[in-house]
């Protein structure tokens, strides 16, 4: 059986990664491709467990390098439990965030050593790393925007316009450094325009698998 595929969905609050990794399992099944889709942190019990805390907006004790750790601890049960199971079974796996993130919140935002972060990333991956990865973009004032409308702001989303200016800026010098595997889509566009760029690098991705 081939192995499956792995595409991650990056970007800030209120990038629309999960409406668009909605219409990327939408447009795989329609192709008749088994799809797989998870999340970041959480995708077990464990990494949701984790989630609950990361986002719990009572925690603003936590420190960064704690905040690091714990990321990469759901990181290490997700990939072992569910998402290299998944590709090994030829599904194609579809997360909301993935080790990008860290590089852009906790390196990017929080102003942690990147080096540690490779560390952490080369010990839970051991060479897993996304066949694809499409980055949303949306400057971080029209983000938090859009995300602050559909609910209360979590732990992240109560963070200053600042920190998450240099998240955005984290990921963009990402995809500079990246640029066969990330894709970068202006998500500030209309969502028909948007998802036909997505729908562009999946059918590349597809073409290659052939």
């Known amino acids: 059986m081939n ?4 595409i991650s969905f990056e970007g800030i609050e209120g990038a ?3 409406t668009n990794l909605t219409y990327v399992a939408d447009y795989l099944a329609n192709h008749g491709i088994s799809v797989r889709q998870t999340r970041e942190p959480g995708g077990t019990r464990l990494g949701e467990a984790v989630r609950d805390i990361l986002l719990d907006a009572t925690q603003d004790q936590m420190v960064p390098e704690a905040e690091l750790l714990l990321v990469f601890a759901a990181r290490t049960q997700h990939i ?3 998402i290299r199971p998944a590709l090994a079974a030829g599904h194609w796996v579809l997360c909301d965030r993935f080790t990008d993130a860290s590089y ?3 390196g990017a935002g929080r102003d942690l050593d990147k080096t540690r972060i490779a ?3 080369d010990w839970a991956q051991q060479g897993l790393i996304p066949d694809l990865t499409l980055l949303l973009d949306i400057p971080e004032e029209q983000g938090l925007a859009r995300a602050r409308q559909r609910s209360a702001p979590d732990r992240f989303e109560s963070e200053r316009l600042d920190f998450f200016a240099q998240v955005r800026a984290g990921y963009l010098q990402l ?3 990246a640029p066969g595997r ?3 889509i202006d998500a500030t566009q209309p969502l028909s325009q948007v998802q036909q760029h997505i729908q ?3 059918q590349r991705l597809l073409s290659h698998d052939n």
Request: charged share 20%; with cysteine.
């Open 119 to 121: 560390w952490l990333a």
């Open 104 to 106: 852009a919140y906790q």
């Open 16 to 18: 629309g990664k999960t």
């Open 3 to 6: 192995r499956g595929k792995f």
């Open 200 to 202: 562009q690098a999946i």
């Open 175 to 177: 995809a500079k450094h």
């Open 182 to 184: 990330i894709t970068c």
């Open 80 to 82: 072992r439990q569910v």
